[in-house]
């Protein structure tokens, strides 16, 4: 068994961990779901070829079989970094492996940081002793942990402080971050997680800073409509993404992954998720991200509720 590290002093919230401290309202949450809801629910299962998890605030998945991978989302300020221990108890408990998210920012009300400040506080190392603290909390955990720092940087949407960076800057903040975890959680693997648009090769830390490559892969039935004149599937939305990270030559995941239209169109998206392996050999995982957006979409399609038990509308609605 691995030694628990003395936790640093550092204040953390995170979404799933916080469902986790509230382990007893999470599991009455999954239970009204399991119990009441399967009959208009449609649940992607795992295949030989491709495995399933989630992100799962909600619960929903608590106590389901065929989920391997728990994804967890927490800024690198403002944590609590004992959630990450009840986390890790839950996932080993379920025979699940972590995945986390950690994003260069915090939840704190009053902090507020430029793209170049965030790049000239990581170059000078001010915030090694917030990497150090988390990765130090994961490489003590008993279950498999993988750590996905900053993704989505190719994205020109506005959404992140590091997105859009210079690609050189952008590599240079990564390696950083991944040499600094790496002192603290020397068995940890790295997912290198790009949106999927054009550029992202730019991006490429080297094989040596990423064990896998994660994809964020969204399906919205209307904007599918209005964008493309018809539903595309997921194969269809995967392609283009998949196509370029496929010759980094590493595993890939969907480590974002979320449908929301019709019965029709979310039926054939949860088919589709586990069991498109011959046509991406390099795919191994689908993450689902169980939870409302939080970022609106553009052009006024606003934010898509992808939870699994709201991702079903009416038709014509």
């Known amino acids: ?10 204040s953390i919230r995170t979404g799933i961990l916080a469902t986790v401290v509230g382990a007893a309202s999470m599991v ?8 009441n809801t399967d009959a208009g629910v449609v649940v992607p299962q795992p295949s030989a070829d491709i495995a399933f998890g989630a992100y799962d605030p909600p619960g929903f998945f608590t106590d389901r079989s065929g989920v391997s991978v728990e994804h967890l989302f927490l800024p690198w300020e403002d944590v609590e970094l004992e959630s990450l221990l009840l986390a890790d108890q839950y ?10 998210t950690i994003e260069p920012w915090t939840w ?4 507020d940081v430029s ?10 190392g001010d915030y090694d002793p917030n990497i150090a603290a988390i990765c130090t ?7 498999q942990v993988m750590i996905r720092w900053a993704q989505e940087m190719e994205s020109t949407s506005g959404r992140f402080t590091w997105s859009g960076w210079e690609p050189q800057a952008y590599i240079d903040a990564y390696r950083h971050v991944v040499d600094v975890c790496r002192q603290s959680a020397p068995d940890a693997r790295f997912m290198w997680s790009p949106k999927g648009e054009e550029g992202l090769q730019a991006y490429y830390p080297g094989d040596d800073y990423a064990d896998v490559v994660g ?18 599937s997921f194969s269809e939305t995967l392609r283009p993404a998949y196509d370029r990270v496929v010759g980094f030559g590493k595993p890939v995941y969907v480590a974002e992954l979320g449908y929301v239209g019709d019965r029709g169109y979310v039926t054939d998206w949860a088919g589709d998720v586990t069991s498109v392996g011959e046509e991406f050999p390099e795919l191994t995982t689908v993450i ?21 038990t709201e991702q079903i509308l009416p038709a014509n609605s």
């Open 91 to 100: 996932a080993k408990e379920r025979g699940r492996s972590v995945l986390l």
């Open 215 to 232: 994809l964020s892969i969204f399906g919205l039935q209307q904007w599918d409509k209005d964008k493309f004149g018809g539903d595309r």
């Open 108 to 111: 704190g009300e009053n902090w």
């Open 137 to 143: 909390v994961a490489g003590a955990m008993e279950s």
């Open 28 to 35: 009455a949450v999954a239970q009204v779901a399991n119990g």
């Open 1 to 10: 068994m691995k030694q628990r590290a003395n936790l640093p002093k550092i």
């Open 115 to 124: 793209p170049a400040e965030l790049r000239a506080g990581i170059a000078a």
């Open 288 to 308: 689902y991200f169980n939870d409302k957006e939080v970022w609106p979409w553009p052009d006024g399609y606003g934010l898509p509720d992808w939870r699994i």
